[in-house]
């Protein structure tokens, strides 16, 4: 079924360059509390040889490519995309292994890869079965799905932030109005486990939290702003994100200044799903023994 946060135009726009996900994740290293390197720690969840082919799907301008050639500089890596402008930006532009394509129709013969790696970006599918069952295609018999997203329960003081500000400004019954949904929860830490429990024998979940602290409700609102493509559509008709960010302005100044600063709970994490390998190996050996 098709979703409202499925819009084309909206995608393209905010992935047709590097520039708008590059401001986001800086803004997210700039205010979270502890600092982490997010990439790092999720391909830590694989138990890597390091001489894997790999392939990158939806890989972006390369983030993890560059944490993992680091760490494993063996391995044999692909990287995926639809957005041309992203990998024009990748660090491995101009070595012949980045291609233009659909996560749904991967130009591979089967059994073509120990790792594929989709993070952050299969809530952005349509039709999630199917990119599983060409993931699936493409992984060898023990190969190994790598997929990081957040959890339905990141960001709540966001959310019930612009729930009260819906209220303020809608015409609705205020008992009717929810926290507003991302398209992250079409696949999140909790979703996903059941997406992938349907194409994958097992499934493992590993997760992070952070908090996010802002001093001022400028820092505040400039971060808001780089996630308006991710909660703007589930806005009721009669309520502009323009609206919402004057009620936030007030009400995110007042925090600040009775608390000293505005803390935001953040969790991502990291679904690591196959058949035979990676944290299953050992199982299914002592499993076939008994």
């Given at each position: ?7 084309p135009?909206?995608?393209?726009r ?5 520039r708008s ?15 982490m390197?997010?990439?790092?720690w ?9 001489d894997?082919?790999?392939?990158d ?8 490519y ?24 990748h ?23 120990d ?21 699936k ?10 997929a ?7 960001i ?5 932030l ?7 400004l809608t ?10 949904t ?28 952070s908090?996010?602290?802002f001093?001022?409700e400028?820092?505040?609102l ?10 703007e ?26 608390l ?9 994490g990291v ?20």
């Amino acid at each position: 079924m098709s979703s409202p946060f499925h819009d084309p135009k909206r995608f393209k726009r905010f992935y047709e360059t590097d520039r708008s996900i590059r401001d986001l994740y800086e803004a997210r290293e700039q205010f979270a509390h502890p600092r982490m390197d997010f990439a790092g720690w999720a391909l830590r969840g694989l138990r890597w040889r390091g001489d894997e082919r790999v392939l990158d799907v939806g890989c972006g301008y390369g983030a993890y490519y560059d944490r993992l050639s680091q760490a494993h500089p063996n391995i044999d890596y692909f990287g995926l995309d639809q957005s041309l402008g992203m990998l024009a930006h990748h660090a491995a532009a101009g070595h012949g292994r980045l291609l233009v394509g659909d996560a749904t129709h991967l130009p591979f013969p089967d059994d073509s890869f120990d790792v594929v790696m989709a993070n952050h970006m299969l809530y952005h599918l349509p039709d999630l079965d199917s990119a599983m069952r060409e993931i699936k295609r493409v992984l060898k018999p023990e190969g190994v799905l790598m997929a990081t997203t957040h959890s339905n329960q990141t960001i709540p003081e966001i959310r019930m932030l612009i729930r009260r500000a819906i209220i303020i400004l809608t015409r609705a019954n205020p008992s009717s109005v929810r926290p507003p949904t991302t398209v992250s929860d079409l696949f999140s830490l909790e979703s996903g486990t059941r997406v992938l429990s349907r194409h994958f024998y097992g499934v493992c979940r590993f997760e992070i939290p952070s908090t996010l602290i802002f001093h001022t409700e400028a820092d505040f609102l400039s971060y808001l702003a780089q996630l308006r493509d991710l909660l703007e559509l589930s806005l009721p008709v009669d309520v502009t994100w323009e609206g919402i960010m004057e009620v936030l302005r007030d009400q995110v100044a007042q925090f600040i200044y009775q608390l000293g600063d505005m803390q935001v709970s953040r969790l991502a994490g990291v679904l690591i799903a196959s058949d035979k390998g990676d944290f299953l190996r050992q199982f299914l050996q002592v499993r076939d023994k008994a």
